[in-house]
């Protein structure tokens, strides 16, 4: 049963608007092994949501993402947990990762204007406590985003009729 | 003026495939399920290598046989897969596509008079290249009851005292057709009895599913005695680089690749570089591909099952060869109506051999968004058919 979760999943991973019917004849079995394999793993958590990929310039928004690094001392007994979590909080937090390297914290935010994301870091995400220092980068262009290419692949040139 | 023509090439059909090409190219909006390569891209780190060999100005010859880091992983690539091993030195020999070395190899073996088995429908190579070699083709038609696979008593019934070699087009364009082991164990045995050699044709090897790829030649006494041809198209998605290889024991390659030295000289040099890292680092990729390919296979089968299309179940290559005699109409009428009425093209089953008529060739190798598309469309057309009755 394994083989049919990971099949799921790297299905769902790509389009996770399929309707069941078609994943069960894609995936060679019947609608309710698929139905109970993803109800399953949802309450496992091995599924945690079903997002949309958006390119929110074409839909013409005000829209503002950045990256920021977040150095914090660790506390005893609870690391990073604390101040991560914390962070976790705020809407406009998208992902939040401890991480190796130069830093601790890493920090996606999305925000409406470059003032809103900036009054975050100074109002918000450097006051706390254990934050040290923090380095904001914001992001002019999105060549490639969950595994998708952004911008617009040249048509294929494959002739229509070969042997 | 004297006829400049030889009288040979004058007397091989034109492809029938090539007609149909024609009608379609006329309909610059018709969808094609009518393609017979991959719509991957070739994976990226193979383009890479490829742009950099370039960058690096590597625009020479190689040896004639291919570059040696190549035949080297060719070699491990074969024994991982097919558990044969070949010496990279001298058992390999890299070609000008797969079919570089159906060419070199009838070439090789040939003598004129000397017969060669091709089991059809198969791809339309296999004939026109033995009579250039003055060989003499023999079909042998495969039936839809037996899975359009090659049987012990269809290739005993068809051997005589002339016949030299035996095409063996598995997994096969058009049918989608697999043997697995036990399928090819008395062909071997039938081989060999009759003292004949096997052209084993693996194009399609990386693509099965369900069962992994048997070669003939990994069968007891059976190396010396096969010719084997795979190659980077259908695999990797390398149709454009014209990239193939033939293995098989020295005292045939050493033949053949006289004809590849005088004729070619070398394969593509920056397709050479850019097909070892597929052979190294590409595994992943080629399973994604094969995932995606079994998909639209499920999802093709379960949609002619549900318009009562009869149609065996193939389990390899990117083709599905549903049988349309119900219809009363040639496979050729049939096709070219549906693109005149519905236009989407396929390839009538007839272009790979007569025995093919009654048939359609629908290749997978499209978007499963395309597939539904073409098949909704099969479906109205179908419908309209059989309610004229």
């Not at chain 1, 204007?113 to 992001?139: A, C, M, N, W």
């Amino acid at each position: 049963m394994e083989d049919i979760r990971k099949q799921i999943l790297k299905y769902l991973e790509k389009n996770s608007r399929v309707d069941l019917g078609e994943l069960a004849v894609l995936m060679g079995t019947d609608e309710v092994t698929i139905a109970n394999e993803i109800a399953q793993m949802e309450k496992e958590k091995i599924i945690c949501g079903y997002h949309t990929l958006i390119d929110w310039d074409k839909a013409g928004e005000e829209h503002v993402n950045a990256l920021i690094e977040v150095r914090v001392t660790p506390r005893r007994d609870q690391g990073f947990d604390k101040t991560a979590e914390r962070i976790c909080n705020y809407p406009e937090v998208t992902a939040v990762y401890l991480i190796s390297g130069g830093y601790d914290l890493l920090v996606t935010l999305e925000g409406k204007t470059l003032q809103e994301v900036s009054r975050f870091v100074s109002g918000k995400l450097s006051p706390i406590e254990d934050v040290i220092s923090t380095s904001t980068y914001f992001i002019l262009k999105k060549y490639k985003d969950h595994g998708t290419i952004m911008f617009k692949k040249n048509k294929s040139e494959r002739m229509l009729v070969t042997p | 003026m004297r006829d400049p023509l030889s009288k040979k090439v004058v007397g091989i059909a034109p492809s029938g495939i090539r007609k149909f090409f024609d009608l379609v190219s006329e309909m610059p909006d018709a969808i094609s399920l009518g393609v017979g390569e991959p719509d991957f891209d070739t994976p990226w780190r193979i383009r890479e290598e490829g742009i950099y060999s370039l960058e690096r100005g590597r625009t020479f010859y190689t040896s004639n046989a291919g570059l040696k880091d190549l035949k080297i992983e060719i070699s491990k690539y074969l024994q991982r897969k097919i558990s044969v091993s070949y010496d990279p030195d001298s058992e390999i020999i890299v070609t000008v596509g797969g079919s570089e070395g159906i060419d070199i190899a009838f070439r090789a073996m040939l003598d004129p008079g000397d017969e060669v088995l091709i089991p059809q429908p198969s791809y339309v190579s296999y004939l026109p290249c033995t009579v250039l070699a003055d060989g003499v083709p023999v079909v042998i038609p495969l039936q839809q009851k037996n899975e359009f696979k090659l049987t012990a008593e269809e290739l005993e019934a068809a051997i005589t005292p002339k016949t030299k070699i035996l095409v063996l087009p598995y997994p096969n364009n058009p049918t989608g057709a697999i043997m697995t082991k036990e399928d090819l164990e008395p062909i071997a045995e039938v081989v060999k009895k009759h003292d004949i050699f096997v052209l084993s044709d693996e194009i399609y090897s990386e693509l099965t599913y369900k069962y992994d790829h048997v070669s003939i030649a990994s069968l007891p006494g059976m190396k010396e005695r096969t010719l084997v041809i795979n190659g980077f198209s259908k695999g990797f998605a390398m149709t454009g680089w014209r990239l193939g290889y033939i293995c098989g024991q020295k005292k045939i390659v050493e033949q053949m690749l006289k004809i590849h030295q005088f004729a070619i000289m070398c394969a593509p040099t920056n397709s050479q570089y850019a097909a070892i890292e597929g052979l190294r680092n590409c595994d992943d990729e080629v399973q994604q591909m094969r995932t995606a390919y079994n998909q639209r296979r499920r999802f093709l089968l379960h949609e002619f099952k549900r318009m009562q299309l009869d149609c065996f179940e193939p389990f390899g290559a990117f083709y599905i060869f549903p049988n349309i005699q119900e219809f009363g109409m040639t496979s050729e009428e049939f096709a070219t109506r549906f693109l005149e009425e519905e236009k989407v093209a396929v390839v009538p089953g007839s272009a790979f051999g007569d025995c093919g008529e009654g048939y359609l060739r629908v290749s997978y190798a499209y978007s499963l968004e395309d597939l539904k598309e073409a098949i909704g469309r099969l479906g109205h057309f179908i419908d309209r058919l059989r309610n004229q009755d």
